[in-house]
């Protein structure tokens, strides 16, 4: 019989008006710590993991969904070779992306561009997303305006409810 | 004789279903309560069928008989005894065999359980439409899909065996089924849901009736999905668990539509809202299982994981195409007229909640969907080829995956109806600082990144927020504070609270390098000193494998390449080492060409993967708990619907629950004590069946 | 049956105001006949609804069943149609090859590796295609080796046969700058120093058709 005993605790009491003060230091040290821990340096990566992110960003062309960075067949570590070596050389990332664009094709760019029809696959969801919230908004203004239709509660219902409320004796069942 | 015995079950199970369709069909239309309640014996037919063609299947796989097509294919002699079982899900028309199986089960369990008011239309057309599911699936093992062919062999053969990567981990003898049991079980609420719709009765009796099997099959999708991951991190040895490829996708997108009824059900459980949505929602998460079914076994899709093509693509897609035309003629049909009145007052308020939870998970299957599906979107618009891969699919579930967990952690202190914002400052404030507490302790740790502290600040938060509900419920009720749907819900929040939690940990800070070593030779990665001593060469049945022999901070790991006797592809085996910290995985690229020559090797470091399985398997135990019936409420507690007909609270065999919603706001002011809301939404069904 | 009436038609829809519910034998055959009065009246948000995600999805559907499976798609390659990269390096014989050398000739530049077996099988076609060229000195074979050592290939080309270029070594660099996805693979480079087709797995007909072609291609405007 747990059950009855919580029937009905009072609720603690909301202070008003003291609920952001209460806030303002939470807000501040998670503030600070977001800043803090953001833009401090990031502890130093070797070459390998730089070449690495990049591989990663490219198909490995012989296997399917892989990248070249995550893939072990025979081309994918040539082409992480060949990335450590023309970074060596000091060619940008774009300059590599490009190199292979060229090479295999757009395919070979994990990445979709996001000019062209690339593009579709980026705008797309947030589209969506906006249409979404706006179908949102629109549904809470119509209930809104719709919310005088509805029963409304007179004092005599609520003198029920706050009897109802009351606790319930000990041991119902 | 196999091949005879699995003829005979699939013509039994094609044959039970049609005429089960048919009977029904023509008891629902002239109202012969007679036919419907015959209509129910079908479903044992179609289960006998179904059981007589995976009998015949594992007995030929175990008796090595390559007279049948599909042990001819896919087994060998010397395939190990569990991955011989194993091997029927490892092919094709195997797996179409299992999911068969478990379909038929799934209709045979309803019929049962439905056995008392199987001449109630709206059964009666969950049924029909179950045995239409049936029908198209044993249509498949009966024409592309058939594993019972007679093959003549040759003296002495022995077949390849499975896919080499399908046999190199017992969890392969797992993850299928699990997975499947999970695709499969959202049949049951989708074909109710098509009743609902045909018969006009949308209103929440059959939602009650369905909610064990929603929450089941999503506790087991959830699973299927977690031990793919795992089997993909133990055996692939590309140091990931998850690659967005189609076939992950594939499996993610119902989990995403599911996840979003689960949660919207809630709002027309308690409210009597957003009944053609929460509809929509089932047809959509069944479509897509069916969809993935599709992109998976077509061919059209590459992926890592697909099935070896087949002509079975086009009878994939003309039965999507009529699920789609179904759901969504009937939704346009009925749709406008089923709506249920009623309004949700205010945004701030676990309906709204609820609403915002549907758009992200709406938008996050959106994004999944679009980026599976967009190379074949863009080869037909202009025949160019481009790719989607792991960036996008990052990058745009980042944000998507930070907004839910500010969600998680905001939802579950609302109350119904309306919240004030001071409310809300009061409740949120312990767990706002859990959050800043877990990203200060992250901060100490050294983490960096914008994205990852977001998940980390975010991650706490929810989990304080989950642990208040939890502790304010077993505070008042004992054990009792763990069970029920909000309570259970908790749990499983806390479960992907660790899972996201522990993917920001692993992809922001996760690390690899390549080393080439000779015998005896040290380099230092990451922290670890990692000496290579030498290979062994072990001779196993089905394969040889050369393991290289590594010594981490002196812990030994022998990370594998195997050659499988058949087809001599050359699988490897990475080697890994879990603690609660990090997990350090080695894979063997290269074998030295001598015995004292060079070894390549990759080595993997990332932190909290470990986190990832145990969150997965909380978030099944939560899922358990909240299909274990909550407290009985005591019929005088104040709950903001009055409960109808209290006299059904010993429980009703139907399934039936008295749920109303009375437009009445002013009762609902009790949701707003501190102590109320911790299982109100588990008052909102009175009566768990 | 008792609990027939007890169903969630009579349970849960009393309370409500929507005439489609309360009973499902009208709704069933009366389709817009309702006139009670609902709330959103003549709000047919659902209809309209169902009827653009229905378009979108068929058309989804139409993109899917004109799909080729992925392994039968073509083969395709930027460079085909461009001019062929730089093409230079030592031989398994000691010497040099430059493609520019060839200038005026077909060159098929054949991608392979001793280990793989497609090339194996390939392999007499070219010899064919070879043997037949040869004579006319109007095209020549090239192969490059896929990370393979020089007595494999030694060896591959003593027991297959075949006598031309053979370019070993580090040719990573070669096989990225082609584009190669997966050997075997030739690329046939027209007089003009132009890549005009790319094949994985070659016959002679089919060397000799495009050769037929490029040659009528460039007779034929003039």
Redesign the interface.
Known sequence: MTAVRSAARPAPPVRRGRGWLAWAPVLAVTIALLVFGSLRTRPPTTDAERVNAIALLIKCPECVSQSAGASDAEVSRQIRLDIAKRMSQGESEEQIQDYYRGRYGDEVLLTPSASGIGGVVWALPVVVLVCAMAGLVAAFRRWRRTADDGPRATSADEAIVSRALQPSPPDQK | MNSAIGVAGIVLGLLGSICGIVVLAIGLRKGNAALIRSGRSYAGLVLAGAVLCVVAMQRALLTNDFTVSFVHDHSATTTPGVFKVATMWAALEGSILLWTLILASYTAIVAWRER??T????VGWALLVMLVVCAFFFLLLAGPANPFGTVAIPEGYDGPGPNPLLQNHVLMAFHPPVLYLGYVGFTVPFAYAIGAL?????????LAGTRRWTLFSWACLTAGIVMGAWWSYEVL????YW????VENASLLPWLTGTAYIHSVMVQERR?MLR?WNLSLLCATFSLTILGT?LTR???????H?FS?SGI??LI?GF??LI??VS??L???????????G???S?LSREGAF??NN?LF??FA??VL??T??P???????G?????????FNR?STPIGLTLLFLMAVAPVLPWRKAS???L??RL?VP??I??GT??I??LL?????SA??AF?LGGFAAGSAGRQLVLATR???W?GLVGRANGGMIVHLGVILIAVAIAASTAYG????LKLSPGQTAEFAGHTIVYRGTEQRLLSNRDVVEAIIEIDGDPYAPALSRFRFGSTIV?TPSVASTPRQDVAV?L?ELPATADGVVSI?VFVQPLIMWLWIGGGIMVFGTAMAIVPG????????VSAPI??TGDTTG???G????????????D??E?????DGDSAASGVPVEV | MPQHSSTDSSSTDSSTADPATADPATADGADGADGAPTRDVGRQSARWSAVIVGVVLLLFIGVLATRKPADQKGISSPLVGKAVPALAGTTIDGKRFDIDDYRGRYVVVNFFATWCVPCTQEHPELVAFQQEHAAKGDAVVVSVAFNDTEENISAFFAKNGGDWPVIGGDTGPTILDFGVVKVPESYVVAPSRQVVAKFTGVTQAGLNEVLADIGKQVSGPR
Not at chain 2, 119 to 122: G, K
Not at chain 2, 298 to 304: L, T
Not at chain 2, 511 to 514: G, I, S, V
Not at chain 2, 656 to 667: E, K, L, Q, R
């Open positions: 008392t008011r001449d109630d239309p709206l045909i018969t006009g009765r949308v209103g929440e009796g059959w040895g590309w140091g990931g690659a967005w490829d189609p009597g053609v599709f077509s061919g059209v899709i590459e992926s890592v697909a093509e693509g086009p897609l999507f195409t789609v035309v969504v003629g939704i346009g049909w009925r749709g406008d007229r089923l709506r249920a009145p309004r949700i007052d945004p609403l915002a758009v709406g938008a959106f994004v679009l980026g599906v967009f074949l979107i863009v080869e037909a618009t202009n160019e080829r481009i790719s989607v891969g792991v960036p996008y745009m914002g001071e409310l400052r009061h404030i706002a600082w959050g800043a990203l200060a992250a901060v050294g983490a960096t990144g914008l502290l977001l600040l008042r009720q004992g009792r690390r690899q390098t390549e490897g894979t690229l990759r407290r009985r409420r005591n019929p005088l507690d104040a109808h007909a009703d065999t139907t039936d629950t008295a749920v109303t919603d009375s437009d009445a706001p002013s009762i002011k009790a707003d004590s501190d102590a109320g």
